[in-house]
């Protein structure tokens, strides 16, 4: 999509270039990520149209979000007099004045002695005029919010936002929604339709059965000074629903039902899994109240139960292997090709990575490159015409870029710690496909500050005829995360 | 099928005339029917001091962290990488077919497999020659599956583009009949979906309103269906 005030000098005449000094910026994909307090997350605007998401969400060590979003607004109006409509936002960012213009507004505050931090976008569909934001507090409070204002047609109607929150306390598995009773929380087992209220108190909780952190779903806030005449009162939170799903890679594709009700209740068990928490709001808007008035509403998650301490200032290390043997033929690409280890639930981002080959043996280690590649396409090559003629013989290779020594040229590879090593550099040190082509990196550095999480492959080619060998027992990957 | 279509329309849709004489809502959804607007009872609303958006009154220690330098950096780095692929699909002959000679550019998106982290990259059009929503998937900038979604199914967002064909068609529907007031006014568009059972037309249908500004009231609205460049249906506030 081009800028407005680029699409107006595709049109002609005056009636319709009136129409187009809006200065919305429908391009969307604009991402960051933030370090705050506690409080780690990535955000994106992304092309799915689900308005503003955070992801990987963290407060002081405590993982507890994949990701938040906001797939839609659904309206309608009385005796469908208009719309239905189904707003999505993302796609035509308006900017923001208190933040120099931008599109994305972030900056923090201090309100009542609490620290806040604040980012939102604002977007205009049709005449909607809405900003979706996310306020989060020092000590573990994140309010999601929207307000809308503007009239498409003089009908009452109601808007409905509705959120959409990937909970992964600690990591995806062992969480459940649970509603407050008059004798404690109990948790919801299967797929399920909720009006908000059926929990006591507005009280939704969703819980790591592992370690027991749990964060509370609460009705959006009330001591916040954004003035009362614009919010929803908190009795209209009767109206509200919430909706209990398994997680399921399939289902998250953005909003893509029109003005039809949240999906995917398949009546599956979800008392001990990786679930999926939608919350619809209720805001309506008389016509008599006019275009200007401002409506909102939002829910509150509250940090609490027993977050775990900020990691140690080296972060999380974690380690992943892949033991199947690497069989290196006399020439040519080893088997498998590539031997890959998928990372999942890392958080932050990478600071340091460490590769261990298992059991390495080989009649000619001259002849043998070993590239790693990460999820993100970056490589480096670990190991490239070292050891000459030299056999090894069920050797244990580390390669760290901290190590001290790199493997001899032309002698003998005994097990050890050793920088990624790489002699006659473009001599025949080619890969097949999918390998990527060169340059290849010299320092396992360049993965750093990108995220782990994905495919990282390891290709290996015996670069001459008449030898041969293995990796017996596989590799490992050991990295560390800010 | 053009006239079948107007009629229903002219049915279905409730303007204000209609909305007096007591149709019932959309009786066919669950959990999203719509409940009649109950404000919470009538109240003044001062924002005085407030600009849009609207910021909690009594902040201190502004810290700006907005970088408009670096929006401008990612939307040209993301524009570029849009007409990379668009020209791609374009140029594949399964996709080309799928897009006809009609086809509208709409999004780019992005997916990283939770379990696996494999990623992969759909962009994403609407061809008003084929009423589909075409989907073409990319590895690494390689096209791997072209996708077509009958618009009846799926409609993807619209544009800044349709937006504007759509306001010029229904702002000359409206002088053409003596309404030189519009003219003066400024046009917006949203899609628009069936009134009954929210569900996708069967092709590209916009709602465009007309109004002063952004805070005024809507003046004039007309349904338009640009895949037949119709006036389906219009509306005259009083």
């Avoid at chain 1, 959409?164 to 990591?171: A, E, G, T, V």
């Avoid at chain 1, 929803?232 to 919430?242: F, R």
């Avoid at chain 1, 027993?306 to 999380?316: A, E, I």
């Avoid at chain 1, 020594?405 to 496909?433: H, M, V």
Wanted: net charge negative; proline share 6%.
């Amino acid at each position: 999509m081009f800028p407005r005030t680029v699409r107006s000098s595709l049109l002609a005449g005056a009636l319709v270039t009136s129409a187009l000094t809006l200065p919305g910026l429908s391009l969307a994909q604009l991402s960051g990520s933030v370090d705050w307090n506690g409080w780690r997350f990535s955000y994106e605007v992304s092309g799915n149209y689900d308005g503003l998401s955070l992801k990987g969400v963290e407060f002081q060590g405590l993982s507890f979000i994949k990701k938040v979003s906001f797939p839609v607004m659904l309206v309608f109006y009385d005796n469908d007099a208009c719309g239905p409509f189904s707003d999505r936002l993302g796609g035509n960012l308006q900017p923001i004045p208190w933040a120099g213009n931008a599109t994305i507004g972030r900056r923090e505050f201090t309100l009542n002695g609490q620290q806040w931090y604040e980012i939102g976008i604002r977007d205009q569909v049709g005449t909607y005029d809405m900003y979706q934001v996310y306020y989060l507090s020092s000590d573990g409070i994140l309010d999601a919010h929207i307000y809308s204002k503007g009239l498409v047609c003089v009908v009452d109607h109601v808007h409905y936002p509705h959120w959409r929150i990937d909970f992964d306390i600690n990591d995806p598995g062992n969480d459940q929604i649970q509603l407050k009773t008059s004798t404690g929380y109990t948790t919801e087992l299967y797929e399920f339709d909720a009006n908000a209220t059926e929990a006591l108190d507005h009280g939704w909780r969703v819980r790591d059965s592992v370690t027991g952190n749990y964060v509370d779903v609460l009705p959006g806030f009330t001591d916040f000074t954004i003035p009362d005449e614009t919010t929803a009162p908190i009795t209209s939170y009767a109206n509200n629903t919430v909706f209990g799903r398994l997680f399921k890679e399939s289902e998250d594709t953005g909003w893509t039902y029109g003005a039809r009700p949240v999906p995917y209740n398949n009546g599956e068990s979800i008392g001990n899994d990786d679930i999926v928490f939608w919350y619809k709001g209720y805001l309506p808007h008389r016509a008599d109240e006019g275009s200007t008035l401002w409506h909102s509403t939002g829910l509150r998650l509250v940090v609490s139960g027993n977050p775990s301490p900020p990691p140690p200032s080296g972060g999380t290390t974690q380690t992943f292997t892949n033991t199947t043997a690497i069989s290196i033929p006399d020439h040519g690409s080893g088997s498998p090709y590539p031997s890959s280890i998928n990372v999942a639930g890392m958080p932050g981002t990478i600071s340091k990575v460490v590769v261990t080959l298992n059991g390495l043996s080989h009649t000619f280690p001259d002849d043998i490159d070993i590239l790693l590649v990460d999820p993100n396409g970056q490589s480096v090559m670990l190991m490239s015409d070292a050891g000459g003629e030299f056999g090894v013989d069920n050797v244990t290779l580390t390669f760290d870029s901290a190590a001290s020594a790199s493997l001899p040229d032309s002698g003998q590879i005994s097990s050890g710690t050793y920088l990624p090593t790489n002699y006659y550099d473009n001599e025949s040190d080619w890969f097949s496909a999918p390998a990527p082509g060169e340059p290849y990196g010299s320092s396992l550095s360049v993965f750093n500050q990108t995220s782990p999480n994905g495919s990282w492959q390891l290709f290996l080619n015996d670069d001459a005829q008449a030898d041969f060998g293995s990796i017996a027992d596989g590799w490992a990957l050991t990295i560390t995360t800010n | 099928m053009k006239r079948a279509l107007t009629i229903t329309l002219i049915i279905a849709w409730g303007f204000a005339t209609t909305a007096s004489t007591g149709l019932p809502g959309s009786q066919g959804i669950a959990s999203a029917a719509p409940t009649k607007a109950v404000a919470p009872p009538a109240h003044g609303h001062n924002h005085e001091g407030m600009t849009w958006p609207p910021q909690p009154r009594g902040i201190t220690n502004v810290v700006v962290h907005s970088s408009v330098e670096q929006e401008k950096i990612d939307r040209a780095i993301e524009g570029a990488r849009m007409d990379r692929l668009e020209r791609k699909a374009r140029t594949h002959p399964e996709a080309n077919r799928a897009l006809g000679n009609r086809s509208t550019r709409i999004t780019v998106i992005d997916r990283e497999d939770k379990t696996t982290g494999k990623k992969a990259t759909q962009i994403v059009f609407f061809s008003r020659d084929n009423n589909a929503t075409v989907e073409v998937e990319f590895d690494n900038e390689k096209i791997q599956a072209v996708r077509s979604i009958p618009a009846r199914e799926y409609q993807p967002e619209i544009t800044d583009e349709e937006i504007a064909e759509a306001a010029q068609l229904a702002r000359t529907h409206f002088l053409n009949q003596g309404l030189a007031r519009i003219a003066d006014l400024k046009a917006y568009g949203i899609l628009a979906y069936k009134p009954k059972g929210g569900g996708f037309f069967d092709t590209r249908v916009l709602y465009v309103s007309f109004q002063q500004h952004d805070d005024a009231l809507p003046e004039f609205e007309a349904l338009v269906d640009l895949t037949n460049q119709l006036i389906l249906k219009t509306r005259q506030e009083q």
